[in-house]
């Protein structure tokens, strides 16, 4: 029984520990990629190249004071950034690095997914309402709105992996894609799975939720020290997850490239970690590239454009799929 | 014994919560109550091995309509000091139907319980630790397969009426809130598009004026 | 594994046709009212006239297929006798009504044409209901029926009364709804079946002395019970039947008199005498006191109106008390009477709503519509064939002999007279000599009372005086042929 739980945690432990300083550097990277885009140097101040920046920005806000408005609804303001935190970290474990390696092996791991990603949206919901401040609410609904309508397309753009792979787990969805990834045959919805998930995920160019010219920072303007580091683990963990989905769904995860000698000796963690980063690079790429979306732009590509396009590449697959008998 | 006890964990707070929406002044408390009640029931499909309705109640109730719910009723700002009930006139005739209704429910399932023991349906054997024949499982198809199979072939009159309700749903949503006045100034976003540099940018010939 | 074999389909062509053509109706509104190039067009006449051809070719293609008595889907549908009866009643008299509606719309403006599709749907939507053999199917289309009538009901987006009216019916209705699903569940859970046919063989040799789950069914049947009676407004749950009628549009309310009883009837013969037949047998005196709670109810409560449309509304309570109390004998004559009840109640209300529906009033430039039970004192002068035809709408409401609603009643009464229910009999003939108080006393008012002003009336529309002069050379002339409704209802029943 106790052996079992000193199992389980550790096996916890092994997921969110370096899960915590993966999120760490990503925001180093993304300085410093951003810096080089714009060139400049980035922070290279604290330890070699700023390597120790991510934790002297730790401590920093550690040590902060936390400030609780006087007018927020406290409990709901403190339970907010938690809430985040902690489904950013659930649903880490049912993603798979490797074959076998996976804390829970759900025979659902899509719909556990999906489940939890849409409950992020509280945390943020709640967070601007307990906040009590204008900024902070429409930095909210604005948030709310965009996530709930990117979900919808998000979900119908799974549908087509789904029917392609045949099952809801994710180990044996990327084993399906042992002959071809799926980006190859499925690369428009690749593209907008993509777009989905930047939106999804409040990031620049559909980062209208903490809009600084006109909401100051969104929903998390009351928040400090350790609320808003909750806050912005939460959003790079999601970052990450994303990412990862998006290899495990369409490049096939931790299998190599080619099935042969040279790539075969890189071992398979490295394979979905190097997939992974690359698509990061691009996220941060987007962000130094282009220029933020107007609201109403946003809403009208997520329902009138990726909702009827994707639903129409559901008929499509599901139609190619079943006509030549390829369903499996 | 661990189902059983997560079985009255979920549905005691489950109840409690239930209460606490009907009970609360704040709106929005009442909501946030509600998708705890949403998520422990939920967890009690989760607990029968209905995963693919408990993932799916997931992610539609709590994941999409609770947070229009939310959405709603936060921007409603409702002064709750502002109507002030009065329960003396409505609260005799809501005891006596609710002790009706509780009689009826609590002599219908007593009785019922102690038929099914009698009929000896193994309702619960809690007591011993349930064998899985781990090649029956494999062989069985899984809870979503199953849902699949039923739904889209013995049940596809139900499936498609669900569809036109939804889409009847849809039209009269959309009659009812929207509002086609003339003359409003939207951004046309094809025009916008299709604006190029040559039609825009002209010279004119202010002598002529 | 193929489940679904070319019969299911045949069997339900009309529904498939005009779920096809409302959708194809629905692209061809959106595209042509959306239109920037046309200029944003108003096309609700040319969809009213779209979906009158609709209804048309659907009601010709019930009439004309060959009558399949099997089930189908998965016995999910019934088709029998009674299904094709109440099926091609409810498209005959849904076109009766569509055209009635024309002038309507066009002078109060209404210009959406989604009115049309929506009721549309909840026509094709009653025609599920008059056809449904099992409880999952039984719910989803009591569901699609109701959610077609919230959107219809507050249809106005103007008018204070039209929405207030639609989201009485909507919470209303959820709760009802709410009601009858724990009602389903339960069934299920006792006896894990849904199909009525199932569920009438289980119940077959069910005694008191089964006591262990027959308390659990009652309660399950009983809550059934109360929803259906909810959506047919008996007495009492039928707190919102006269709000609704009176804030929804009146063409919206001519809808609700005219047309949902007649499937939702069907839908209580077929669950009480088919489906739960043994356990009813034993709920008979909630069926008993439903009836006269309805009579009195819908009586008394129409003495103290003054508008038109909560008139109907209580006068449609007492009649659906009529209904309730020919099911009361759990007989097939009373079974027969019902039946016959509500198809003359379809005849009559439609006459009713197409002569209320003329009602209207010139104040030049515009028109508006008649809403109090006074505003039609001496009408006689100013139009005395339209007094002349109220005058026989009323006569067949009050039961006055040579009028259908006398053969109507006749029938109830006497299959509650066979069936030793004397008391109920008894407050039944009492109580409409009541109602026959007050029908007369419009009666009075529009040929013996005299006004000093006198309202001018809009003539009547081509469409509306012929559906007028349809529905009351029927009324007037079918005791000639009183045989042509009973043995209508007869092939129904048995069968």
Known sequence: MFYNIAINIIKVLTIIVPLLIAVAYMTLAERKVMAAMQRRKGPNVVGIFGLLQPLADGLKLFSKETILPSSANIFIFLA??????????????????????????LNIGVLYILAVSSLGVYGIITAGWSSNSKYAFLGALRSAAQ??????????????????????????????????????????????????????????????????????????????????????????????????????FFFGGWLPLVNMLPFYWIPPVLWFGLKTTLLLFGFIWVRAAFPRYRYDQLMRLGWKIFLPLSLGWVLLVSGILFSFDWLP | MTSTTLFWIFSIISLISACMVVSLSNAVYSVLFLIVVFCNTASILLLLGAEFLSFLFLIVYVGAIAVLFLFVVMMLN?????????????????????????????TALQLDIEAYDNIGVPLSQNNFPTIISWIQENELPSNTESIGLILYTSYSLVFIMCAFILLLAMIGSIVLTMNQRSGVKTQQITLQLYRNQNKVVRFIDLRKN | MLFISSYDFYALLTEIYFLNAICALLIYGVILNTSYRRGHPVIEHNVSGLSTQILIVSLWLTVCSNIPCLTSWNSLLVHDFLSFGIKSTILAISLLWS???????????????????????????????????????????????????????????????????????????????????????????????????DLSKFFLGTTLENASFINITFFGVVLIEVALFFKISAAPFHMWSPDVYEGAPTNVTSFFGILPKLALVSLIFRFFYFCCAEVVLLLNFTLIICALLSMIIGTFGALAQTKWKRFIAYSTISHVGFIVAGFSTLEFNGAFGALFYILVYTLTSLATFSIVLSFRCLAYPSTYQLRYLTDIVSLVKLNPILAGSLVAVLFSMAGIPPFPGFFAKVFVLFSLLQEQLIGLAIMAIFLSCVSCFYYIRLIQMMYFTHTKTILIFYPIEKTTSTILSITMLLLVLIFLKIDLISNFVHCMLFL
């Not at chain 1, 993603?95 to 829970?104: R, T």
């Not at chain 3, 309507?104 to 009653?126: C, T």
């Open chain 2, 78 to 106: 409702v002064k709750i000091d502002g109507v002030k009930i009065n329960y003396s006139t409505i609260f005799l005739i809501g005891i006596l139907i609710s002790l009706i209704l509780l009689i009826q429910i609590w």
């Open chain 1, 147 to 248: 996530m709930v309508s990117y979900e919808v397309s998000i979900g119908l753009i799974l549908i087509n992996i789904l029917l392609c792979a045949g099952t809801l787990n994710l180990t044996q969805i990327v084993l399906a894609q042992q002959n071809m990834w799926y980006i190859i045959p499925l690369f428009p919805i690749f593209i907008m799975f993509y777009i989905s998930i930047l939106a999804e995920t409040n990031r620049a160019p559909f980062d209208l939720p903490e809009a600084e010219a006109e909401l100051v920072a969104g929903y998390n303007v009351e928040y400090s020290a350790m609320g808003f580091a909750l806050f912005f683990l939460g959003e790079y963990a999601n970052m990450i997850l994303m990412c990862s989905l998006t290899t495990i």
């Open chain 3, 99 to 197: 055209l009635i509606i024309f002038s309507y719309n066009r002078l109060e403006k209404i210009n959406l044409y989604e009115y049309w599709i929506v009721s549309m749907l909840a026509i094709v939507a009653m025609l599920f209901v008059s056809c449904s053999y099992d409880l999952l199917a039984m719910y989803l289309a009591i569901e699609f029926q109701s959610i077609a009538f919230y959107i219809l009901a507050s249809f106005k987006r103007t008018s204070e009364f039209s929405t207030e009216a639609g989201l009485k019916y909507f919470v209303l209705g959820a709760f009802s709804s709410a009601l009858l699903l724990l009602g389903i569940s339960l069934l299920y859970g006792t006896t894990g079946l849904t199909n009525f046919g």
């Open chain 1, 80 to 105: 907010a950034p938690v809430l985040t935190f902690l489904l950013a970290l659930l649903a880490w474990c049912v993603l798979p690095l490797d074959e076998g390696k996976v804390f829970s092996d």
